[in-house]
């Protein structure tokens, strides 16, 4: 198969799993996912080169994937719409106070991920001083401090 055309397609591939992933999984990265990683990088390299390892077929490999990503930067430019289907929007996972745990399970995200962000972050030690708790388009989660009598106690 030409080296362009296997280029793009396990670049779209993989911009697909990763998004089916979540968010989560690049922002708070473990031990065995890093190994994942490493394991996907290896299965990858065997896709796109397969039997062929010339130093030409490697550097087709390396333009055509940096190029998807260009024109799907400049096409997230573009079209907002587009860049909502691959970088998703910010997601609120506590309101006032009240844990949102349809969203939370939708996302992977545990009680003890937003506490663990509200203590590093604020100092917050509870769910009821947490404002708002939200998922950022890259993983992270932004602690909005409640103000007092802003939450349920």
Avoid: W
């Amino acid at each position: 198969m030409n080296p362009v055309i296997k280029g793009a397609a396990v670049y779209l591939f993989l911009l697909i799993i990763f998004r089916i992933m979540g968010r989560r999984s690049m922002a708070e990265i473990t031990t065995f996912d890093f190994v994942l990683l490493l394991i996907i990088g290896e299965a990858t390299q065997q896709a796109l080169l397969g039997d062929d390892y010339s130093l030409t077929n490697a550097l087709i490999v390396i333009v055509v994937l940096v190029g998807v990503d260009l024109v799907l930067t400049f096409t997230k430019g573009k079209f907002k719409v587009f860049d909502k289907i691959i970088d998703g929007a910010p997601l609120i996972l506590v309101d006032k106070g009240v844990m949102l745990r349809i969203r939370m399970k939708k996302t992977g995200i545990e009680e003890d991920d937003i506490l663990e962000a509200a203590r590093m972050l604020h100092g917050l030690e509870a769910i009821n001083q947490i404002k708002y708790a939200v998922l950022e388009r890259d993983g992270s989660i932004s602690i909005i401090p409640a103000d007092k009598g802003d939450c349920p106690s």
